[in-house]
């Protein structure tokens, strides 16, 4: 797929087919992602894959679906709580294959002397928009969900990770049912996000 056109493509999608991806086309993915920029060069990143069904289905239950009372959204992102918010938990279920990227933390966010913190983090998002796109291009869907409450704590648990690495999101992937519902996407472009030589 051409690069614009993937750029274009790319949505979040929460309702995926029971399809299992070939394993040579997740590699690819995955090294995409491991190609990111990262701050100071670090690649202090580390990713935990799980493909096994059982898996997913056992991870799945540790995020609760988020209550949303929206029956008729007025704006697109209405429209996306409405669609999102009920599928936090069975976006996981349905996925074909969810990513954990990790990252070394060895500074802490709200350290008052330095924000490498925050560049592990953002180096870490550097890495997931790779791999939303290369998943694109292969002709998958994809979708993020950012543990919340105590989720992190019981994922933890779940993956065994070490003290150290944190873990910003998870990544689903899977092929996209055919009646996916999407959101109509707020408009950001050039016209109206981007002012040349100042504000
Ligand atoms: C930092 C970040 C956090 C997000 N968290 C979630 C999430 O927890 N659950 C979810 O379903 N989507 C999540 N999303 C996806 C957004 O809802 C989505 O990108 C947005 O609605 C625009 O839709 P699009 O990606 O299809 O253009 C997140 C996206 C970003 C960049």
Known sequence: MEFYEVINKRRCIRQFEDKKIPQEVLERILNAGLKAPSSNHQRQWELVVITDKNRIKELAKIIKPYPCR??????????????????????????????????????????????????????????????????????LGSVVHIPVKKEPE????????????????????????????????VKASVENKVHFEKW
């Open 70 to 139: 929206i029956t008729d959204p007025k704006t697109p992102q209405q429209e996306m709580f409405k669609i999102a918010y009920p599928r936090q938990r069975s976006m996981i279920e349905e996925s074909a294959c969810v990513i954990l990227p990790y990252f070394k933390q060895k500074y802490a966010f709200n350290s008052p002397t330095n924000s490498y913190g925050l560049m592990d983090y953002g180096a870490t998002w550097a890495l997931v928009e790779n791999i939303l796109l290369a998943a694109t291009a292969e002709g």
């Open 154 to 185: 019981e994922i933890k648990e779940f993956i065994k990770s070490p003290d150290n690495y944190y873990l910003p999101t998870l990544i689903m992937l899977g092929y996209a049912s055919k009646n996916a519902e999407i959101p109509t996407q």
